[in-house]
């Protein structure tokens, strides 16, 4: 199954390798599912392989692969600004800018690649390929926040709790950045996050989260 799923993955990186220079090539990022699997979450896999790209490249992409960024705003939770691209029978989308929207939630949150967030991209070779994958943190922020069940058909916690307990490298201080960045107010953001982390440690009581939990905590505005 790992191997099958692997296979699925670089042939989606080869078709943008074949397409792209390595200057763009490398700035699409593997996110969603295929990024969580490649971090080492275990939930079954889906066949939709999702990449993130920054809003600077946009035009370029456009321009070479023929395709056209518009706002989609039909998935529950997510509404994302992107382009799909399609080779053969597949077909892949090209995220630039993530707006979440927790089921419930006031508040909105835009999530979208900087350079700083680029230079901390994961890079892996899996069957003689090159991938890049999307920061893990960011991932696990992504998540974090969307805390879709598999009532949707995700499983958006478990693989944070995956995530967490397979990368024990996994940078708190860059996480924190990324929630100053992106979870603004932290007064409406914080109550929704350590919300969703304490699902995954009622059903997983890991220290990797408890962690994570006491980061977020020590991030709570002062009355």
Request: overall charge negative; some cysteine.
């Amino acid at each position: 199954m790992e191997d099958r799923i692997k296979k699925e993955i670089v042939a989606a990186i080869t078709v943008f390798e074949k397409h792209l220079p390595e200057s763009l090539h490398s700035q699409i990022l593997l996110t969603g599912g295929s990024a969580a699997f490649l971090y080492g979450s275990d939930r079954p896999f889906s066949k939709d392989i999702d990449f993130e790209l920054p809003k600077t490249v946009i035009p370029e992409i456009e321009n070479i692969l023929k395709v056209r960024f518009d706002y989609h705003r039909k998935k529950t939770v997510f509404h994302s600004l992107k382009a799909t691209f399609t080779e053969g029978n597949e077909a892949y989308d090209l995220i630039a800018e993530s707006v979440i929207q927790p089921a419930g939630h006031p508040e909105s949150y835009m999530v979208y690649l900087t350079d700083g967030i680029l230079k901390k991209r994961k890079i892996l070779h899996v069957n003689g390929q090159t991938l890049y994958l999307i920061p893990k943190e960011l991932l696990v922020l992504i998540k974090l926040l969307a805390g879709r069940g598999e009532e949707l058909g995700k499983y958006d916690l478990y693989d944070v709790w995956k995530i967490m307990t397979a990368n024990r490298d996994f940078d708190f201080s860059f996480f924190t950045e990324l929630v100053r960045q992106f979870c603004k107010p932290l007064e409406k953001s914080l109550p929704l996050l350590l919300e969703h982390g304490q699902k995954i440690l009622a059903d997983h009581p890991d220290q990797s989260v408890k962690q994570l939990l006491e980061v977020l905590t020590s991030l709570q505005p002062s009355a």
